[in-house]
């Protein structure tokens, strides 16, 4: 049973940057795709970024795109979420989350795995 954590969050200024890490026990990492989301309070889990087993392949929300970068350290066996240019608005639980297949997934019911997330908090 594979599970995934996440670290890496916390309070920010707006326009700041911060870096989400998901790591995995009990499996590889890099055996799957992974996939960021998050969840504001009193909204639905929204899809970020995604990223491919092979780590050539990323997809992002339109939210995301040209702020955030999602890569993979295959020698820690994590997958990484920079944040740059924080807004309020991105405000939210972050979780990350992997499929059963290598392919990128933005759907929260493809995912197999989650981890518990991590609260990103930034102030205006």
């Known amino acids: 049973q594979v599970q995934l954590e996440e670290s890496g969050g916390g309070l920010a200024q707006a326009g700041s940057s911060l870096t989400l890490s998901c790591a995995a026990s009990g499996g590889t990492l890099s055996n799957y795709a992974v996939t960021w989301f998050r969840q504001a309070p009193g909204k639905e889990r929204e899809f970020v970024a995604t990223l491919s087993a092979s780590g050539t392949h990323a997809y992002y929300a339109t939210s995301a795109m040209g702020r955030f970068t999602i890569s993979r350290d295959n020698a820690r066996d994590t997958v990484s979420l920079q944040m740059n240019s924080l807004k309020p608005e991105d405000t939210a639980v972050y979780y990350c989350?992997?499929?059963?297949?290598?392919?990128?997934?933005?759907?929260?019911?493809?995912?197999?795995?989650w981890g518990q997330g991590t609260q990103v908090t930034v102030s205006s």
């Open positions: 989350a992997a499929g059963r297949s290598s392919f990128l997934f933005t759907s929260a019911g493809a995912a197999t795995y």
